[in-house]
């Protein structure tokens, strides 16, 4: 299994960056993918999960409204769409399968936002 995270960068507040996550190993399309995210001395946690079927999709509240999960099941990739960015959105953002809420495999190296003037 291989995630790989990327996209990230520095902007702004208020500006907007997209994230991708190629995904090999096993089968994308019938998988729930989620993004999390880990800031500094925060612990991980849940930001968004986009199930099989795209109508299903759930956000964490404090990214609701500004950041947007999407899915290319042809690709085997996932994407997130952040727009409105601020400080506290600042964080190593990673992928993975997901059970319900939970994480199927090993974490990959993410991919870093910083959001600063």
């Known amino acids: 299994v291989q995630l790989v995270e990327s996209g990230g960068g520095l902007v702004q507040p208020g500006g907007s960056l997209r994230l991708s996550c190629a995904a090999s190993?096993?089968?994308?399309?019938?998988?729930?993918m989620g993004w999390f995210r880990q800031g500094p001395g925060k612990e991980r946690e849940f930001v968004a999960r986009?199930?099989?079927?795209?109508?299903?999709?759930n956000y964490a509240d404090s990214v609701k409204g500004r950041f947007t999960i999407s899915r290319d099941n042809a690709k085997n990739t996932v994407y997130l769409q952040m727009n409105s960015l601020k400080p506290e959105d600042t964080a190593v953002y990673f992928c993975n399968k997901l059970q319900g809420y939970s994480a199927m495999y090993p974490w990959g190296k993410g991919t870093l936002v910083t959001v600063s003037s």
């Open positions: 190993g096993f089968t994308f399309s019938g998988s729930t």
């Open positions: 986009i199930r099989s079927i795209e109508s299903l999709i």
